[in-house]
């Protein structure tokens, strides 16, 4: 299929992909009196009473705002909120497809921090939570950090957090298949971006043993100059031995690749140059940072991808509407390494140890068992941890 010329075609055609459904029916005088007025103004006063009964009266308890100022969509880069738009209903079908969670697309036309972050905090009484989607780094950062800390109700970057999920649960049934220790290993990340800085993170809170990063100038090292704030503190975070190069020195010896960065930046000399039995995860969209083929042809045991052509696709899908499904269950305040760390451990467990295989990592992106799998597992967490409020 032409997938270029198709989705053009069915675009057209669909007229956009959400559209919204009645749950009350209107048959009568009756009907429309209980759901509009005179009736509906007695929740509206219940709710004026008590805010929290909005969770009850209203659809906030289902419904997650998916945000984006179209700084970074895709692999299509700075297209703007508008040109967002297909992408965020999209995601927004894949929420309920997934996880019936009702999800809304708003698209900012606007890339100030500020704005957006005000944006955000005047419409989040509608929702049960907030995604955030497709915002460049390092504005996504602070958008998250602050959202985070004025709002009560979860706030998730899916490339962020999503990607660091997958890529975690794939990383744990890798371990097993090499037959190595997640603290013992090295990893090298291309790409602080987005995604790799949440990756690392995560890895981190896993207890990885250690992990050098690379950006285009090289290895991110203490008192490297030309790094902004969020560099600066993945070196403080990552390359314990502060290691000084470019990603051929930072992959020498790494148990671990992890590319969310640019096509072809890896060779095959530099996958010999990694430890036995290495595992390789080139998700850079559509061309990777080095093809399956040529990672496992030079010694690598493990390999995935971004792309759904090749095994062991690292697949967001796997997570956000499992995440977000568990938060709203126990109506989460936010959701934190614990929950993302549980949702993980979730995936990878849906790969039994008859399955487990050097091609077969981590579930496929259509398993219908993935995000009740999640959710149950996040809720958990979020319970353990003291997040619930139901």
């Known amino acids: 299929m032409d997938y270029k010329k198709e989705a053009i075609k069915k675009h057209a055609e669909w007229k956009g992909k959400i559209e919204v459904i009645s749950r009350a029916e209107l048959n009568n005088r009756d009907d429309l009196s209980v759901a509009y007025t005179p009736g509906v103004a007695e929740p509206c006063l219940e709710i004026q009473k008590n805010p929290d009964l909005s969770y009850t009266y209203t659809r906030r308890a289902n419904m997650v705002a998916v945000i984006t100022d179209g700084s970074a969509v895709l692999g299509l880069g700075n297209i703007g909120a508008l ?105 090298c990340v291309s790409g602080p971006g987005a995604a790799g800085t949440a990756i690392t993170k995560l890895l981190i809170a896993r207890g990885i043993g250690d992990c050098i990063m690379c950006d285009r100038s090289g290895i991110l090292y203490r008192g490297r100059d030309n790094m902004n704030s969020a560099k600066q503190e993945l070196a403080s975070l990552t390359n314990k031995n502060n290691i000084k190069g470019g990603l051929k020195e930072a992959i020498k ?104 295989a050097p091609d077969y990592v981590i579930p496929k992106a259509l398993d219908p068992r993935v995000a009740s799998a999640v959710a149950e597992r996040v809720k958990k967490q979020a319970i353990k941890d003291g997040l619930n409020r139901i």
Do not use: W
């Open 83 to 187: 040109a967002g738009m297909p992408v965020m209903e999209g995601k927004c079908v894949l929420f309920k497809k997934f996880g019936d969670v009702d999800a809304f697309p708003i698209c900012v036309k606007s890339q100030d921090v500020d704005e957006i972050v005000k944006t955000v905090e005047n419409i989040a009484g509608s929702f049960g939570g907030i995604n955030l989607e497709d915002i460049s780094a390092p504005r996504c950062f602070e958008i998250e950090k602050r959202l985070k800390e004025s709002l009560d109700i979860p706030v998730f970057h899916d490339d962020q957090h999503g990607t660091a999920i997958v890529t975690l649960a794939g990383l744990i049934n890798a371990m097993k298949i090499v037959g190595k220790d997640m603290k013992d290993i090295k990893v």
């Open 253 to 356: 010896g790494a148990d671990v690749f992890i590319g969310v960065s640019g096509p072809n930046i890896v060779s095959g000399e530099m996958i010999k140059s990694m430890n036995k039995d290495a595992v390789v995860f080139a998700m850079s969209n559509p061309v990777p940072e080095i093809y399956p083929e040529e990672a496992l042809k030079f010694g690598a045991k493990v390999v995935g991808s971004g792309r759904s052509d090749f095994p062991n696709q690292i697949n967001n899908v796997l997570a956000f509407p499992g995440v977000f499904r568990g938060a709203l269950d126990c109506r989460a305040s936010a959701i934190n390494d614990n929950m993302k760390i549980a949702a993980a451990e979730a995936l990878a467990e849906l790969v039994s140890p008859s399955e487990l």
